[in-house]
């Protein structure tokens, strides 16, 4: 037996103006079966979240490139 969805989130690339947005939800709304579409504003926490994200990836990836070696190199 399949299980059953009830719901779905979408995310955007980038925040949109939320004046924006009203085409998204009308063309949502348009799917069979949905019920509501809401926006949600973005806020602090979602700033804070993306940022450390951010620094995050580029702690890793600054490891990647350029790695701390245990021995050094005479030449």
């Known amino acids: 037996m399949t299980d059953k969805v009830h719901s779905l989130t979408v995310v955007f690339e980038e925040d949109i103006r939320e004046d924006s947005c009203g085409q998204f939800i009308t063309a949502i709304m348009m799917f069979k079966n949905v ?40 030449k």
Request: aromatic share 8%.
């Open 35 to 74: 019920l509501s579409v809401r926006p949600n504003v973005s806020d602090v926490s979602s700033y804070i979240a993306e940022a450390r994200a951010k620094a995050e990836i580029a702690r890793k990836l600054f490891k990647v490139v350029y790695p701390i070696s245990g021995t050094v190199e005479l």
